[in-house]
């Protein structure tokens, strides 16, 4: 069964400071590896697709590395709108489904 | 623009059967695999099930897989989940979601389904 692993729980940090969140996949799944962001009360947005592709729409300042089992979501400089939780996700078995790691919170410090 | 409209959440007994469709418009409905996901109350997000474009194959989670039926009516550009035997345990938001190769690139705002008598 495939676990997906995600640290910190919770990152407490300052507007224009650099974030940085880990993913580690219980065995491989090459680049087939997702980040979602959530807000509260809203659907999660697809940020990074591939491992490092960024979806349409999403700013420069989030980017997306690692493959294999680490992985990596860094956020360049911390905006007010970008705290919220932030997921990973396996689909290299896909399909059928995908697995979702247990979130991130980014707060602010 | 890309549009994923939820609806026939509510509150069912359990054992109960409730029905969830999902609107889909501004892209190529049949050419897209449709999947749904689940988020129980202030938990993460867990895959459900999926359905591929227009062969209709059909995938399911071990916690759904003879409860729970996706289908789609691509003539009607609409996704629905059949639930039935609900459990207290499958109380969540379900969000209806397209895909991307493998990703899901849109989502729906989300149906509560509330289990509980």
């Known amino acids: 069964e495939m676990v997906m692993t995600q640290s910190p729980a919770t990152l407490s940090v300052s507007p224009g400071e650099r974030a940085t969140l880990s993913c580690r996949a219980s065995?491989?799944?090459?680049?087939?590896l997702a980040w979602y962001q959530q807000k509260p009360g809203q659907a999660p947005r697809l940020l990074i697709y591939?491992?490092?592709t960024r979806a349409t729409g999403i700013p420069a300042r989030f980017s997306g590395s690692g493959s294999g089992t680490e992985f990596t979501l860094t956020i360049s400089s911390l905006q007010s709108e970008d705290f919220a939780v932030y997921y990973c996700?396996?689909?290299?078995?896909?399909?059928?489904?995908?697995?979702f790691g247990q979130g991130t919170k980014v707060e602010i410090k | 623009e890309v549009q994923l409209l939820e609806s026939g959440g509510g509150l069912v007994q359990p054992g109960g059967s409730l029905r969830l469709s999902c609107a889909a418009s501004?892209?190529?409905?049949?050419?897209?695999?449709m999947s749904w996901v689940r988020q129980a109350p202030g938990k993460g997000l867990e895959w459900v099930s999926a359905?591929?474009?227009?062969?209709?194959?059909?995938y399911y989670a071990d916690s759904v897989k003879g409860r729970f039926t996706i289908s789609r009516d691509n003539s009607k550009n609409t996704l629905y989940l059949q639930m039935n035997s609900l459990r207290a345990e499958d109380t969540a938001i379900y969000y209806c979601?397209?895909?991307?190769?493998?990703?899901?690139?849109?989502w729906g705002q989300g149906a509560l389904v509330t289990v509980s008598s």
């Open positions: 979601a397209k895909y991307l190769a493998g990703a899901t690139d849109y």
């Open positions: 501004g892209f190529p409905f049949s050419s897209y695999a």
């Open positions: 359905i591929s474009g227009s062969t209709y194959s059909t």
């Open positions: 065995q491989s799944v090459s680049s087939t």
């Open positions: 591939g491992a490092s």
């Open positions: 996700q396996q689909y290299n078995n896909w399909p059928p489904g995908g697995t």
